[in-house]
C-alpha cells in the first residue's frame, strides 16, 4: 500500500513537472507579466489616441471656463466626463489629438468662430496643465514630449463644415495647431459626401480635391472617419499624402456605414495610412447597431401614432428601453477590429482612436481613458508581439505623421497656396487651382 502511495505521488509531480515545462515552451504567462511588458512598451513609445471630444465636454459643462473646471479630476463632476488626467496617467497616455468638433447645424460663420473657441480652449489647457499637458504641432514634437513626461496635446478639427469652404479658413486653422481634419461629420458638406447622409457629391466633389491637395501642401493630414465609402476612394486617389481614419471601425464587422470596407482597408496599406480603431460599442458590436435601428423605428412608429403628444412618445420609448435594456460589449469584440485590421491591412496600419468623451457605451475595461493597457493586454493574449503593440500604440501614427510632414516639405517647394473659392469655374485643376 505504501509502495503505491510513493509511485501515485511520484506520478502525480512528474505529471506537474510536465506540465510546468509545456506552459513554459509554449511561452504561458500572466495577466500581470503581459501588462508588465505594455507598461514598458508605454515608457518608451508614447501611447496616441487619435480622436478625444473632451474639449466638446468640456465646453457643454462649464462653458470653457477653466475657472470653474479641474482637468485634474472629472470624476466628481455633476456630469462626470471619461476623460481626465489623472486617468490619462493611469492609462499611459503619451499623446492626444483632442477634437475641436463643432455641431454641423451651426450657420457656417458661426461654426467657424466656434471652432477658434475650442481651439483656443487646447491651447489654454496645455497652458493650464503645463506639469501634464504640452502642445505638439509635429511627430517630433510628440516624442520630445513624451521624453519629458508629459501628454502631447494635438488638435484635430471634425467636420468640414468648420472650414465654411474657405481655403484660408483652412490655412489659418494649420497656423492656429491643427493638424489633421476630418473631412466630413454626420451631414454631407458642400464638397463630399459623409457616411451618414444621402450623397449628393458621388463621393469628393471637385472642390473637395482641392481641399485635399492643400492640406496636402500644408501637412495637415486627411481624416476619413466619418466620410462616405465613395469619399474614401475617391480621397485615396487624390491624395499625395497617406491618409488615415481617426477613429473608425471594421465594416466587415459591424455593418454601420462609418466603418472601414475591406477594400479600403486594402488601400489604406498601399497609401502608408492607419485605421485608429473607434472604442464605441454603437460601431463595434453589430447586434448594438441593430438595436439602436430597432430604438428609431420604435421611435418613429410612437410619432406617427400619437401627433402633437410628445410625452404618449417619451413613455412609449421609455417601455421600450426597460424592455430592450443596453448591454456591456465583451473587450474581445474591441480586439476583434484590431485583428480583422490588422489580418486586411497588416499591423503597420492599426492604432487606436477611441472616441471617448463623444460616445456613450462602451466596451467592458474600456470605461474611461484609463483603460489602454486592459486593450492591449488583450491583443498580446492573442499573439501580438511587444514589437506590435508598439505599433499599434503610437509608432504608425507617428511614420504617417512624419511622411504627411515630407510631403509637405517636398510640395512647398514646387506649390503656391491655393487660391480658388468654391463658386470659381475649373477648381479641379491644380494648374487653375493654385496661385503660383
Not at 514598458?40 to 477653466?66: M, T
Request: charged share 25%; glycine share 8%.
Amino acid at each position: 500500500m505504501e509502495r503505491r502511495l510513493v509511485s501515485l505521488v511520484v506520478v502525480v509531480i512528474m505529471a506537474a513537472v510536465a506540465g510546468a515545462a509545456t506552459a513554459a515552451d509554449e511561452g504561458v504567462v500572466s495577466d500581470a507579466d503581459l501588462e508588465a511588458t505594455v507598461r514598458e512598451v508605454l515608457r518608451e513609445v508614447p501611447l496616441i489616441d487619435g480622436h478625444n471630444d473632451a474639449p466638446w465636454a468640456i465646453r457643454n459643462r462649464v462653458s470653457n471656463h477653466l475657472a470653474d473646471f479641474d482637468f485634474r479630476n472629472t470624476e466628481a463632476l455633476e456630469k462626470p466626463m471619461h476623460t481626465d488626467i489623472r486617468r490619462l496617467r493611469a492609462g499611459g497616455v503619451g499623446g492626444q489629438f483632442w477634437s475641436v468638433w463643432v455641431p454641423v447645424e451651426l450657420d457656417h460663420a458661426e461654426a467657424v468662430v466656434t471652432v477658434i473657441e475650442q481651439i483656443d480652449l487646447v491651447h489654454r489647457l496645455t497652458e493650464a496643465y503645463p506639469e501634464d499637458l504640452e502642445l505638439a504641432l509635429t511627430a517630433d514634437d510628440i516624442v520630445q514630449i513624451h521624453s519629458r513626461g508629459r501628454i502631447a496635446s494635438l488638435i484635430g478639427m471634425e467636420g468640414g463644415h468648420s472650414i465654411d469652404n474657405s481655403l484660408a479658413v483652412l490655412r489659418r486653422f494649420y497656423t492656429l495647431g491643427v493638424r489633421y481634419l476630418t473631412l466630413t461629420h454626420w451631414a454631407n458638406t458642400d464638397w463630399v459626401d459623409a457616411a451618414t447622409d444621402t450623397p449628393e457629391h458621388d463621393g469628393l466633389s471637385p472642390f473637395g480635391e482641392v481641399v485635399v491637395r492643400e492640406m496636402n501642401r500644408l501637412g495637415m493630414l486627411v481624416d476619413l472617419s466619418h466620410v462616405s465609402a465613395a469619399g474614401m476612394r475617391d480621397v485615396l486617389d487624390v491624395s499625395r499624402a497617406p491618409v488615415f481614419f481617426s477613429h473608425s471601425c471594421a465594416l466587415a464587422l459591424n455593418s454601420h456605414p462609418r466603418n472601414v470596407p475591406d477594400d479600403v482597408l486594402e488601400r489604406i496599406a498601399e497609401k502608408g495610412g492607419v485605421v485608429m480603431i473607434n472604442f464605441g460599442s454603437y460601431f463595434v458590436d453589430q447586434k448594438i447597431t441593430e438595436r439602436h435601428a430597432a430604438y428609431k423605428a420604435e421611435e418613429t412608429r410612437l410619432e406617427t401614432l400619437n401627433p402633437g403628444d410628445p410625452q404618449a412618445v417619451e413613455d412609449g420609448m421609455k417601455a421600450w428601453l426597460e424592455a430592450n435594456p443596453l448591454w456591456t460589449v465583451p473587450l474581445a469584440k474591441l480586439a476583434d477590429h484590431f485583428d480583422h485590421v490588422r489580418k486586411v491591412a497588416g499591423v503597420d496600419h492599426v492604432g487606436i482612436g477611441s472616441d471617448y468623451d463623444g460616445i456613450s457605451a462602451l466596451p467592458a475595461g474600456m470605461e474611461d481613458v484609463s483603460g489602454y493597457p486592459a486593450l492591449l493586454v488583450e491583443l498580446m493574449r492573442r499573439g501580438w508581439s511587444r514589437e506590435d503593440i508598439a505599433k499599434v500604440a503610437g509608432l504608425n501614427i507617428l511614420r504617417v505623421m512624419r511622411e504627411a510632414e515630407a510631403v509637405a516639405a517636398e510640395l512647398q517647394k514646387t506649390e503656391g497656396p491655393f487660391e480658388v473659392r468654391i463658386d470659381d469655374d475649373g477648381y479641379g485643376e491644380h494648374e487653375e487651382a493654385s496661385g503660383n
